[in-house]
């Protein structure tokens, strides 16, 4: 279980906000966004970002399973995990880029009336200046 | 499900959830490192070499710690940068790279610890605590599909 939890906490690479930013923009855009070939722009934008999460979630899920295999194996040296994490991190980094430049494309189509209606801030949290 | 299975989905729920939570997450975490320090208790003979390994466990504890609070300023920060409809790339960049550069520390030195604690241990003792995190792993890879499904 420590190793499990080692892992997971070890893992967080903060794109879990844009993603569940993007998922709350998908529900929101057919109402808030009322121009259909913006929406369409939106849509296509949000679909491509769901199609990298999930191609980088499927990636983690990989890395978490080799983690496994090391870690039961008793002869393990510590470059192998090292070599692990060198190809984790490559990945965070290329997906991270890709949920950046998603949200771009998505500022460049949208107001900034509709931003703020389908990015509301969360309660208690201000927009950073 | 084992009282293990409990609190390592407690601990999960916690991150999930934005650890809002901060005592059932530190209240699992302990549990889990608790575990694995009555482990060493009984299976290390030598009280130097024991508490040099507790003191590892110690460190892991606080590494773990360390990411919670790092992971949670974070993404208080990534949300509230977002919600900012005159964001610029660069100012996203730079958290995440300041993220990544912490997190890349912590998996550094998580495997300093483990190969410091390997070399402290005699290859039988390292066999049979490894044995107790094997079991641990069945349990976690079970889990797993409980964590993808977390909100």
């Known amino acids: ?129 | 499900m084992t009282m293990c299975h409990y609190a390592l989905l407690a601990l999960l729920w916690g991150l999930a959830a934005g650890c809002a939570t901060t005592p059932p997450l530190r209240d699992a975490a302990d549990s889990a490192f608790d575990e694995l320090r009555t482990q060493l208790r009984a299976e290390i003979t030598g009280s130097a070499r024991r508490d040099q390994l507790l003191a590892y466990v110690d460190a892991l504890e606080n590494l773990m710690i360390l990411a919670v609070e790092e992971q949670r300023a974070a993404n208080a920060e990534l949300r509230a940068l977002h919600a900012n409809y005159d964001t610029t790339t660069e100012a996203f960049t730079a958290v995440f790279q300041r993220l990544n550069e912490q997190k890349s520390s912590r998996r550094q030195r998580l495997v300093e610890i483990a190969a410091e604690a390997r070399a402290l241990t005699t290859s039988e003792e390292w066999k049979r605590i490894n044995r107790f995190k094997q079991l641990a792993l069945e349990a976690a890879l079970e889990l797993n599909t409980h964590v993808e499904a977390l909100p």
């Open chain 1, 1 to 129: 279980v420590i190793w499990a939890l080692l892992f997971v906490l070890l893992s967080g690479s903060g794109d879990s906000v844009l993603q569940a930013a993007f998922e709350q923009a998908a529900g929101n855009m057919k109402t808030l966004a009322t121009d259909q070939a913006q929406r369409k722009q939106a849509v296509e934008i949000l679909d491509a970002a769901a199609e990298a999460t999930g191609k980088f979630e499927k990636k983690r899920k990989e890395v978490y399973d080799q983690w496994v295999k090391l870690a039961r194996n008793d002869d393990t040296g510590d470059e192998s995990f090292r070599e692990l994490f060198d190809a984790l991190e490559a990945g965070e980094q290329a997906f991270q880029s890709e949920l950046i430049r998603a949200r771009q494309e998505l500022r460049e189509i949208l107001s900034r009336e509709q931003w703020e209606k389908i990015f509301p801030p969360a309660s208690g949290e201000t927009p950073a200046r």
